[in-house]
C-alpha cells in the first residue's frame, strides 16, 4: 500500500476517530479501526529481550547480554543477528514494536541506567544502534530509538531540564538518533526529561532535526507517562501517547482542534504515521505476511554473543586455562552463583534458565578437576524476593508461593500458585481489595532473617504467625518504574531456627494510582564478613586456580536512580585482595553493567570484564576462561581508577536543571582534554594473542565531506589465531573552532592466524570531520589537514597519517 492510498485511509476517518488512534488502547497496545483494516498493534519493552505484554514469569523471553556488552562487540554484524533474534522472539510473543535500542550515552559513569545505553561515543552508540535497528527491522518488527534525548541520567528524570549547547546537542546527544533513523528506524520514543527548557514530549528538537533535517517518516511516541498536557505536545513532533486508554490528549485533543490551537493537518499527520507504521509491520489491511525466516539457535548466540562481549582487562599469561593443569579449581563469590544477568528495571525479562558461573565451570570440568565453592562476604545486595529454592506454597506444597486476591472482608476471590514472591501484576477480579502472599519458608540459617514487602499503601507483614510489620506508606512518586516496577520495601526482622519451617503472609490493600506490584523478600543473616573471607581464602589457597565473581548490585545499577559510588559494594574489593594474595593464579571477573573501581586491579593474574551477560552468563564465561572462544570485547567506555579522577561525573540537577558545561568533551575525549591517565581506556581489550601495528595508509588529499579509507597493515605477534578491532581517531589541533583532542571515526576487525600479516581498511565517513556551525545552522567541514590517530584504544595509538580536506569537485 502506498503512501497515496494511507492518505485516503486517513481521509476515511472522522475527527474522533483521528484522535483516537493518537492514545494508547491499553498499557501496551495502539487501537484497532476496522473502517480502515487497522488491526490493534502490540508494543514490548526490548533492550534485554522481549518480554510481551505481561509482567508473568511463566511467561519465559530469551535474554540477552545488556546494551553496554552488546556496545562492547565492537560488531555491527553480530549486533545485527541480535537483532534478528529480537525480532523473532516479538513475533512469536505476537509484538509488533520493539521499544529498544536505547541510545543515551554514558555522559557520567554514575550513570544508573548505563548498562541499557552502549557508550560514551556517540560514533560507536550510533553504529551499535543503527545495527540492531537494521537486524530487528529486516523481520517485520519496528525498532524504537530511545529515550531522545539527552536522558542519560536518572535523577530527577521525570523532571529535569538538560542545558546543553546545540553544537554539542547535534555532534554528541542527537548523533547515535541521527544513525538510527538514517539506519531506517520505524519509531522514535521522546524521554521524560525537558531540553533548554522544553518538555521532550513537545519538544522543538521533534520536528527539527527529527522530522525535518533526517526526513523520518515514523512514528514519534511518547515514554510511558510522558505525555502530560494537550495543545503544546500535539502541535509538536509527538504522534503517540502511551499507555492509554486515559491520557491528556483524547476528548481534550478535539477540543483544541475545534479552537484552533492544533490544527488538522497535524493530526492527519500523525494518523498517516501510525497507519504507515502499521503497514510496516503487518498490522494493516491487505496483509501480507513475510515469508518466516528460519529461527536462530537462541543458546548458542547469546552464548556466543556473552563470550565476544567480554572484555580482558589484565592477562599476565594465566589465561586460558589449562584443564590439564588444573586438579582443583576455586569458584568464589556471591555473584559466581546469584550473577546479575540483567540490568534492574522496566526493561526486566524472565529468562526460562540462567547459566550461572559456578554452574558453567562445573559443566566444563565434568570429572576432571574438582570445583569448590565459596561463597565469600554478603554484597549488601537488597534481600531477593521469595522463590522456588526457598518456599514452598502451603496449599500445594509445589516451590513457590501462593497468591491470593481478597475482598474487603478477607474472602477469597481468586487464588493462584506462582514461583516468585515478586508480583508486578497481580492478576485482578472483580471486587479485590487486597493481594495476598502466602510462602512456607525453610529456613537453611538461624538467625535474625530480614523479611521486606514492597509496595504502596496499607501493608502488613507477618512470619511464623507474629506481625513484623504493618502500616501505611504513601506513595511519594510519579516515576512509573519505582510504581509499577521497583516499589520501595519495608522490612522487620524475625528470629528463626535452622530447618524449622515458618509461614509468611504478606498483604497489601488496593487503592487508586499506586499500581498493583506487590513484591516479599526475605534474607537470613549475614556471614561475618572476616571469617566468610578467611574461608574463601583457606578454599583459594588448596586450589590451583582461584576464580573470583564480584559484581553490582540491584541496589547500586538500575532504572529510577544513578550511583552514587563506583565502588564494589560490601566487603568485595577486601575479598579480591585477600584471595589474589592466597593464590597468584587467581582470575577476577567483574559482573557489572558500567565502570566501578578496581583498586586490585594490578594484583590478579587476569581480570574479566562480563557486563550483564544475560542467560547464558556461566557458559560464555567457560568458554572464555578454558578458550573455547576468545574474549572478543573492547570498552565501549572509559574506566577511571577513582571516581573522583573523572573529568564528568555529575548527575544531580540544581532546581531541576543540570548543564552539560563539558560540551563535546565527554568519555575520552574528557580524559584526553583533562590530561589524565584512566586505569583503562576506550577501545581497551586484550584477547589471547599479541599483535604489532606495522603501516597506516590513507589517501593524501580527500574532498571535504567523501567518505575516505584507512589501511593498516597489522601482524599477530603472538602464538594463536585471534581477532584485533583495528580503531582510527582524527584530530586537528589547529583547528578553528573547538574541537576534542581526538575523536573515534571509524573501526573495523580483523582475524590473523600466528604470524599472519593482514591488512585492515577503515573507513571514514565524511561526517567524522564535519562540525555543526550554530551560526550557519548547518554542517560544516573545515577545510586543512587532519591526522588520522590509529591504534586498539584512545590511549594506544601507535600510527598516524595525514589526510588534507578539500573543497571543491
Known amino acids: 500500500m502506498t503512501d497515496e492510498e494511507l492518505v485516503r485511509l486517513v481521509d476515511k476517518l472522522g475527527p474522533e476517530e483521528k484522535v483516537r488512534l493518537l492514545t494508547g488502547a491499553s498499557t501496551w497496545r495502539t487501537h484497532a479501526e476496522p473502517a480502515v483494516g487497522l488491526a490493534q498493534m502490540v508494543m514490548s519493552d526490548g533492550p534485554a529481550g522481549v518480554r510481551g505484554e505481561s509482567w508473568d514469569e511463566r511467561e519465559t523471553s530469551a535474554l540477552l547480554p545488556s546494551m553496554s556488552a552488546l556496545a562492547a562487540l565492537w560488531d555491527d554484524r553480530l549486533v545485527e543477528e541480535i537483532g534478528g533474534l529480537l525480532a523473532h522472539e516479538a513475533r512469536r510473543k505476537g509484538v509488533h514494536v520493539v521499544l529498544a535500542p536505547t541510545l543515551n550515552l554514558h555522559r557520567s559513569p554514575l550513570g544508573g541506567r548505563h548498562f541499557e545505553c552502549p ?6 552508540a550510533g553504529r551499535t544502534g543503527a545495527a540492531l535497528v537494521r537486524g530487528i527491522q529486516a523481520h517485520g518488527v519496528a525498532a524504537t530509538a530511545k529515550h531522545y534525548v539527552a536522558n542519560d541520567s536518572e535523577t530527577g528524570r521525570m523532571t529535569v531540564d538538560v542545558q546543553v549547547c546545540e553544537r554539542t546537542l547535534r555532534e554528541v546527544y542527537l548523533a547515535p538518533f541521527e544513525a538510527a533513523v538514517r539506519a531506517g528506524a520505524w519509531a522514535v520514543m521522546a524521554g521524560y526529561n525537558r531540553v533548554n527548557g522544553a518538555t521532550m514530549t513537545a519538544s522543538p528538537l521533534l520536528a527539527h532535526p527529527l522530522k525535518d533535517d533526517w526526513e523520518f517518516d515514523g512514528v514519534v511516541l511518547s515514554d510511558w507517562g510522558a505525555t502530560r498536557t494537550t495543545a503544546d505536545t500535539a502541535a509538536a513532533g509527538l504522534d503517540l501517547a502511551m499507555p492509554g486508554p486515559a491520557g491528556p490528549w483524547g476528548e481534550a485533543l478535539l477540543d483544541a482542534v ?68 588444573i586438579g582443583t579449581l576455586a569458584v568464589i563469590g556471591t555473584h559466581a552463583v546469584r550473577p ?77 500458585h506462582r514461583t516468585t514472591g515478586r508480583l508486578l501484576e497481580p ?91 506487590t513484591i516479599v523478600t526475605a534474607a537470613p543473616p549475614a556471614p561475618d564478613p572476616r571469617r566468610a573471607i578467611a574461608r574463601a581464602v583457606d578454599t583459594a589457597r588448596r586450589a590451583d586456580v582461584a576464580v573470583v565473581v564480584v559484581g553490582t548490585t540491584e541496589g547500586s545499577e538500575a532504572e529510577g536512580h544513578d550511583r552514587a559510588s563506583l565502588a564494589l559494594p560490601g566487603h568485595q574489593d577486601e575479598l579480591v585482595a585477600a584471595v589474589a ?51 572478543g570485547g573492547r570498552l565501549p567506555t572509559t574506566w577511571g581508577a577513582r571516581l573522583q579522577d ?58 571535504a565531506g567523501d567518505d575516505f579509507g584507512v589501511r593498516v597493515r597489522l601482524r599477530n605477534t603472538g602464538g594463536r589465531t585471534g581477532r584485533e578491532v583495528v580503531q582510527a581517531y582524527l584530530s586537528r589541533p589547529d583547528s578553528a573552532v573547538e574541537r576534542p583532542v581526538l575523536w573515534l571515526a571509524g573501526h573495523t576487525a580483523v582475524t590473523a592466524a600466528p604470524g599472519e600479516t593482514v591488512e585492515a581498511v577503515v573507513r571514514v565517513p565524511g561526517r567524522a570531520a564535519r562540525h555543526w556551525s550554530t ?6 567541514t573545515e577545510p586543512g589537514r587532519f591526522t588520522v590517530r590509529v591504534g586498539r584504544s584512545a590511549g594506544d595509538l601507535p600510527l598516524t597519517v595525514d589526510v588534507d580536506l578539500r573543497d571543491g569537485p
Not at 492544533?262 to 504515521?273: H, N, S, Y
Request: one cysteine or more; glycine letters at 12%.
Open 119 to 124: 557508550a560514551e561515543d556517540p560514533e560507536l
Open 258 to 325: 475545534r479552537a484552533g490551537r492544533v490544527t488538522q493537518e497535524a493530526v492527519d499527520d500523525k494518523v498517516l504515521r501510525v497507519l504507515r507504521l502499521a503497514r510496516r509491520v503487518g498490522a494493516l489491511e491487505p496483509r501480507r505476511p513475510r515469508p518466516a525466516a528460519p529461527a536462530p539457535d537462541a543458546r548458542r548466540l547469546l552464548r556466543r554473543a556473552a563470550a565476544a562481549g567480554t572484555v580482558l582487562l589484565r592477562n599476565t599469561g594465566l589465561l586460558p586455562l589449562r584443564e590439564t593443569e
Open 340 to 416: 546479575r544477568v540483567q540490568g534492574g528495571g522496566s526493561a526486566g525479562v524472565h529468562p526460562a534458565h540462567v547459566v550461572t558461573p559456578l554452574d558453567g565451570i562445573e559443566r566444563r570440568l565434568p570429572g576432571r578437576a574438582r570445583v569448590r565453592y565459596a561463597p565469600g562476604p554478603a554484597t549488601g545486595a537488597p534481600p531477593a524476593a521469595l522463590g522456588t529454592g526457598n518456599c514452598t506454597d502451603p496449599r500445594t506444597g509445589a516451590p513457590g508461593v501462593l497468591l491470593r486476591m481478597l475482598d474487603a472482608d478477607g474472602h477469597e476471590l481468586y487464588a493462584e
Open 427 to 517: 492478576t485482578l477480579v472483580p471486587g479485590a481489595h487486597t493481594v495476598e502472599i502466602r510462602a512456607r519458608l525453610t529456613p537453611e540459617a538461624a538467625g535474625a532473617w530480614s523479611f521486606g514487602i514492597g509496595g504502596f499503601g496499607r501493608m502488613s507483614l507477618s512470619v511464623g504467625g507474629r506481625t513484623v510489620l504493618d502500616g501505611t506508606f504513601p506513595r511519594r512518586t510519579d516515576d512509573p518504574a519505582v510504581v509499577h516496577v521497583a516499589p520501595p520495601c519495608q522490612y522487620g526482622r524475625a528470629e528463626l531456627g535452622r530447618g524449622e519451617p515458618v509461614l509468611v503472609v504478606a498483604r497489601r490493600e488496593l487503592a487508586p494510582d499506586t499500581g498493583r506490584a
Open 581 to 631: 594474595a592466597a593464590n597468584r593464579r587467581t582470575v577476577v571477573v567483574v559482573n557489572a553493567g558500567g565502570p566501578v573501581e578496581l583498586p586490585w586491579r594490578e594484583t590478579p593474574a587476569a581480570v574479566l570484564l562480563t557486563w550483564f551477560p544475560g542467560q547464558e552468563a556461566g557458559a560464555a564465561l567457560a568458554d572464555v576462561l578454558f578458550g573455547r572462544a576468545e574474549p
Open 646 to 703: 573523572a573529568p564528568v561525573s555529575d548527575t544531580v540537577p540544581a532546581n531541576d536543571t543540570l548543564a552539560y558545561p563539558e560540551g563535546l568533551h565527554i568519555g575520552h575525549r574528557a580524559w584526553l582534554r583533562a590530561g589524565r591517565t584512566p586505569a583503562y581506556w576506550f577501545g581497551h581489550g586484550l584477547g589471547y594473542t599479541t599483535w604489532a601495528y606495522e603501516r597506516a595508509e590513507a589517501p593524501a588529499v580527500v574532498r
Open 775 to 780: 551560526a550557519a545552522g548547518a554542517w560544516r
